[in-house]
């Protein structure tokens, strides 16, 4: 069974950082996209960022390009992201997602709370 | 940016009653494969979004076959043949030609009247 389950959030400042993980297992992680899509609460997924499998290739929305960093370390299944100068509007819940052959978000894991607030 | 746009955003249905959702793109979805990159997701209360339909009409594992996908270009229609008590929250379908810039409609909260 394909399971992704984020840790890493919780409350801070705004201004500061955080870095959120995301541990898999179930499928072979280094064959895959691997993406984080966050959801402000009530309103629509909003992808965040995807990595391609051997890390050559990592986008971002315009909103927090320059501020987040994804990166992932295939040996430990894991997926990171780096977020700096955190801002109120980031406060969603963030999911680590994994991505497949089909352009799509296969398997979503719980999502893991950020919360932005002096 | 591909904008979806759902309809209708709410959709009252009595248990055992058919029910269809429709979703239009600002750009046709068929990619330079040949494929239509078109997914249906269900988020119940209180959990994560999980992916029913993929590429149009193709069913995830243990997707019950009362869903089911079709259309087209700019044009798709989610079909539930007879709602259940747990088919409640709502429903989003995503666009993946953009990969992996991906974009949803606005949802559709299906609940039983």
């Known amino acids: 069974e394909v399971q992704v389950v984020e840790s890493g959030g919780g409350l801070v400042q705004p201004g500061r950082s955080l870095t959120l993980s995301c541990v898999t297992s179930?499928?072979?992680?280094?064959?895959?996209?691997m993406h984080w899509v966050r959801q402000f609460p009530g309103k629509v997924p909003e992808w965040v960022s995807g990595?391609?499998?051997?890390?050559?290739?990592?986008l971002y929305a315009d909103s927090v390009k320059g501020r987040f960093t994804v990166s992932r370390d295939n040996a430990q299944n894991s997926l990171y992201l780096q977020m700096n100068s955190l801002r109120e509007d980031d406060t969603a819940l963030y999911y680590c997602?994994?991505?497949?052959?089909?352009?799509?978000?296969?398997?979503w894991g719980q999502g893991t709370t950020v919360i932005v607030s002096s | 940016d591909v904008v979806m746009t759902q309809s209708p955003l709410s959709l009252p249905v009595t248990l055992g009653q058919p029910a269809s959702i429709s979703c239009r793109s600002s750009?046709?979805?068929?990619?330079?494969?040949?494929?239509?990159?078109l997914h249906w997701y269900l988020q119940r209360p209180g959990q994560s979004p999980r992916r029913l339909i993929y590429?149009?009409?193709r069913r995830d594992s243990g997707v019950p076959d009362r869903f089911s996908g079709s259309g087209s270009g700019t044009n798709f229609t989610l079909h539930i043949s007879r709602v259940e008590a747990a088919d409640v929250g709502v429903y989003y379908c995503?666009?993946?030609?953009?990969?992996?810039?991906?974009?949803f409609g606005q949802g559709t909260k299906l609940e039983i009247e």
């Open positions: 179930g499928f072979t992680f280094d064959e895959y996209t």
């Open positions: 997602v994994k991505g497949d052959y089909d352009y799509s978000l296969e398997v």
């Open positions: 750009q046709d979805l068929v990619y330079t494969d040949g494929n239509t990159y």
């Open positions: 990595i391609n499998w051997s890390s050559e290739v990592a």
């Open positions: 995503m666009q993946g030609i953009h990969w992996p810039r991906y974009s």
């Open positions: 590429k149009v009409s």
